[in-house]
């Protein structure tokens, strides 16, 4: 039964998936070229370790290379919940070593937009990238 609080639009689902997968995708891609072009490798490595992350080097390339390269992944709906279980990990990780003690706001380095990715990472975990990807190009059954 359609209703205002329980619509079943057709396809509803898939768009919802490619909306959250676009937007989270750009997010992504945005913060880790971020880090590759105006930060540097140097500067986020430096930033890292101040922050206590171990192993800073490789942090700051494991971000860079996830950001971006799991940001064009979720673009295109590739690896889509394993890219998202990636993303959420690296989000953990961003709360407890950066933003857990600066409050929920992201002008003071708090936790929002952190909290934002993840909620929209969540569902394309469990759910997957949905009929408009690359992954259900693969994983259609042959005819």
Same mark, same amino acid.
């Given at each position: 039964?359609?209703?205002?609080?329980?619509?079943? !639009?057709?396809?509803?689902?898939?768009?919802?998936?490619?909306?959250?997968?676009?937007?989270? $995708?750009?997010?992504?891609?945005?913060?880790?070229?971020?880090?590759?072009? /105006?930060?540097?490798?140097? $500067?986020?490595?430096?930033?890292?370790?101040?922050a #206590?992350?171990?192993?800073?080097? !490789?942090?700051?390339w494991?971000?860079? !290379?996830? /950001?971006i390269?799991?940001?064009?992944?979720?673009?295109?709906?590739?690896?889509?919940?394993? +890219?998202?279980?990636? #993303?959420i990990?690296?989000? @953990?990780?961003? !709360?407890?070593?950066?933003?857990?003690?600066?409050?929920?706001?992201?002008?003071?380095g708090?936790?929002?937009?952190?909290?934002?990715? @993840?909620?929209?990472?969540?569902?394309?975990?469990?759910?997957?990238?949905?009929?408009?990807? +690359?992954?259900?190009?693969?994983?259609?059954?042959?005819?």
């Amino acid at each position: 039964m359609r209703t205002l609080l329980h619509p079943t !639009i057709p396809g509803g689902t898939d768009l919802a998936l490619l909306a959250l997968r676009v937007i989270a $995708g750009i997010v992504l891609i945005a913060h880790g070229w971020q880090k590759l072009d /105006e930060f540097t490798p140097a $500067g986020t490595e430096a930033f890292l370790g101040d922050a #206590g992350v171990p192993l800073a080097g !490789i942090a700051a390339w494991w971000l860079i !290379i996830t /950001e971006i390269g799991g940001g064009i992944a979720l673009l295109f709906g590739v690896l889509t919940p394993v +890219v998202a279980l990636i #993303g959420i990990a690296n989000m @953990i990780g961003a !709360i407890a070593f950066v933003h857990a003690g600066n409050g929920l706001f992201v002008a003071a380095g708090g936790v929002e937009l952190v909290l934002l990715l @993840i909620a929209a990472l969540a569902p394309l975990a469990l759910l997957g990238a949905g009929r408009l990807s +690359v992954d259900r190009l693969i994983a259609a059954p042959a005819r």
